[in-house]
């Protein structure tokens, strides 16, 4: 590899600094200076300039933010000095209370404070020395934690190196802060974990712990962390005097602050700021449970000192706890637009922090068996952000004996197709073509590349279709004329002329595409291509029993059931029989030419020199097909050892066998 010179050298420096400083208008001040795509591409110059030029690699590369190796184990770390935890108080007496002592102790008339939201996350500690991040951990009992430094890496506000600004940067800083999971990203986790059937997480700081005390840093990196910081440990090189003066520094330093924060001159001003704090708590895109308040002097604080574990100088004011008792009435099952059922709890209304809440999520069938949740159930909620309530626990002590377990339907509640569970699934799902709550998911799926490929069939004229009643089942969009189409917003005559075209086009298609269209699950592409070689036409697959599925390389049990069900259920035939009354022709795609085009094959017995896979690979190979058992119809029966009643009825049939040697002459290689 040829050494980098000056300018490559000088180049990758200077992508890496432009990297981090879009990382940080992004992450930390939220005013991006540039688009998705060109931030990708300055990204993509600088991994490709990389892996040009290996003797160039740093390990704070923006590039370098996910480790590749999941950790073992994690190690602990001793801080230098200990992380506090925090008294709280509740009410405005209390407060009053916090701010009389500090006085009095300080023997002055007036003390002047910091508020910052208490934000719900987790508390780490990052030390950089000579601006260099080096470690990264947990706050752990307080004296030692755990060193989650890769994991804290993957974080996107937090910066591999400092930055020069106003203020130098110091030889040494500890910096400490909350890790936590926003909102917006902890409903997309618990969706996607809801669907995947893993269980969720109650809160974001639930979410967030659990994504940072991953081993895998890959996974904590897929998951939108974000640090806000609210306070250092030790600081070498660099003189701050008052908290506010470190939240500026940390800004400065390329390090985000907690937002939202403000200088109080009085325990009024506190109160005021409390207040502001818990009006707006829903519209926060983080969760907080309440308000922070530290004597501004840092000198002070050190005065001040601490006491069993917590400093006399801060203090937590809670909001009020979104946490509510309540009965279940009754618990229905969902069902979501890809089909998966989801049970829901309907409570007696029951006011949650503010809100009357009257449907919790149970999730999953495993979560509702993992807290046996029943019917007439008491049990403890808890609201965090706007989410719609989780189901804490049961209150078990105040079980009648008269609650009734809840099952799944095996019909689906919306459309009455069946509802199954594939094996190693959580989920529940509809197989309906044409389920109600499915159909614009199905739709949009349908006119998908790599399935019928309709061009002009997005999202937006999909809601109207389906909104307006025009289309039932995937089949009616065929039946959609002129006149109705420019009846749609945003529907010219060209467009809808263009849409036309292209379902007419559609028509012409292959078994393969349409396969994939259709949606059946675990048939993506691959094996929707290696089922059309193998049937030859949708009518024959259509038919095929599970036994018959599994001689399809790469269709296993479950694949096979999974593929049955859907053809089996009378919802999806009425549907397919739609499409090819509408003109919908799948050709079959050709299967590779060969010596042995159009021959059926059945296999007997062990063979010696290669395994049956490979057999049947040999044989499509050349054109020719496996089939399951023997028939007037098969060509060859390949006799192994061991053969048995295949064998016999060969011979009564009078279909011509195999021996291995006979076979290997006849797709040697
Ligand atoms: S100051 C000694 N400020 O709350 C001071 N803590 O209940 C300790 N927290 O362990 C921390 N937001 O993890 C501080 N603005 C904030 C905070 C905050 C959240 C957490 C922190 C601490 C816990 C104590």
């Known amino acids: 590899m040829a050494r980098a010179s000056r300018d ?11 990297i981090e400083h879009h990382n940080y208008r992004y992450y930390v001040l939220d005013d991006p200076l540039v688009s998705d795509a060109e931030y990708d591409d300055l990204f993509r110059r600088l991994e490709r300039l990389e892996a040009e030029h290996p003797e160039l690699a740093s390990p704070d590369s923006p590039t370098r933010r996910v480790g590749a190796k999941p950790l073992e184990k994690f190690e602990t770390v001793r801080h230098r000095h200990p992380m506090l935890s925090l008294n709280n108080v509740t009410t405005r007496e209390e407060m009053a209370e916090f701010d009389a002592r500090i006085r009095k102790f300080l023997n002055l008339e007036r003390v002047e404070y910091v508020g910052e ?16 991040l080096v470690t990264g951990s947990t706050r752990g009992d307080g004296v030692v934690g755990e060193n989650v430094t890769p994991n804290i890496r993957t974080i996107r506000s937090v910066p591999l190196r400092l930055q020069h600004g106003p203020k130098p940067v110091p030889e040494l800083l500890e910096v400490r802060g909350e890790v936590y999971l926003p909102l917006d990203a902890f409903r997309r986790l618990n969706r996607e974990r809801e669907e995947a059937g893993q269980p969720v997480f109650a809160n974001p700081r639930n979410a967030a712990a659990g994504s940072l005390k991953q081993l895998d840093p890959r996974i904590t990196a897929s998951r939108a962390l974000a640090l806000a910081c609210h306070g250092v440990g030790e600081v070498r090189g660099v003189k701050l005097g008052r908290h506010g003066e470190a939240l500026e520094a ?6 985000r602050p907690v937002p939202q924060t403000r200088v109080l001159d009085s325990l009024d001003a506190a109160g005021t700021f409390f207040a502001e704090l818990e009006r707006e708590r829903d519209a926060l895109p983080y969760e907080i449970d309440g308000i922070v308040v530290k004597v501004n002097d840092l000198g002070l604080q050190r005065r001040l000192g601490e006491i069993s574990r917590a400093p006399r100088w801060a203090v937590a004011w809670k909001f009020k706890p979104r946490q509510a008792t309540t009965r279940i009435v009754n618990i229905l099952a969902s069902v979501g637009r890809t089909g998966v059922l989801t049970p829901v709890a309907e409570l007696e209304p029951v006011q949650v922090g503010g809100v009357t809440v009257r449907n919790a999520s149970l999730h999953n069938m495993d979560e509702v068996e993992r807290k046996d949740v029943r019917v007439g159930d008491t049990v403890l909620l808890e609201r965090a952000g706007d989410v719609i309530p989780y189901v804490v626990k049961v209150v078990t002590e105040r079980r009648t004996g008269r609650e009734k377990r809840f099952h799944m339907p095996a019909a689906c509640p919306v459309c009455g197709a069946k509802v199954v569970r594939a094996e190693g699934e959580v989920a529940y799902r509809c197989i309906g073509l044409a389920c109600p709550a499915q159909l614009k998911q199905q739709l949009r799926f349908f006119g998908a590349r790599g399935a019928l490929d309709v061009e002009g069939l997005g999202e937006k004229l999909v809601d109207q279709l389906v909104d307006r009643g025009l289309v039932r089942d995937v089949a009616d ?21 263009n849409l036309r075209a292209q379902l007419e086009r559609s028509k012409q298609t292959t078994l393969p595409h349409l396969l994939v269209a259709l949606g059946i699950r675990q048939v993506g592409e691959a094996t929707a291509k290696a089922l059309a070689e193998h049937f030859g ?7 095929a029993t599970e036994e018959e599925l599994q001689e399809v390389r790469d269709v296993g049990p479950e694949v096979a059931a999974s593929i049955r069900r859907f053809f089996v259920e009378k919802q999806n035939r009425k549907v397919i029989k739609k499409l090819l009354d509408a003109g919908v022709r799948p050709a079959a795609i050709t299967r590779p030419k060969g010596p042995l085009a159009g021959k059926k094959f059945v296999l007997t017995g062990t063979l010696e020199s290669m395994t049956r896979p490979e057999a049947q690979r040999r044989i499509e190979a050349r054109g020719g097909r496996v089939q399951a058992s023997v028939s007037k119809e098969t060509d060859y029966v390949v006799v192994g050892a061991d053969a048995g009643s295949k064998l016999a009825k060969a011979q009564a049939l009078g279909v011509r066998t195999l021996e291995e040697k006979a076979f290997l002459k006849l797709v040697g290689e």
């Not at 036409?537 to 038919?543: A, I, K, V, Y």
């Open 8 to 18: 490559v050298r000088q180049e990758v420096e200077r992508l890496r600094r432009e």
């Open 117 to 132: 939201p208490k934000v719900d996350g987790v508390a780490v500690e990052l030390v950089y020395e000579d601006g260099v």
């Open 250 to 255: 940390f800004q400065a330093w390329g390090l």
């Open 477 to 497: 969009l065929y039946r959609l004329d002129a006149d109705t189409l420019v009846a749609l917003e945003r529907m010219g005559k060209k467009s809808a002329a």
């Open 537 to 543: 036409t949708l009518e024959r697959l259509m038919d």
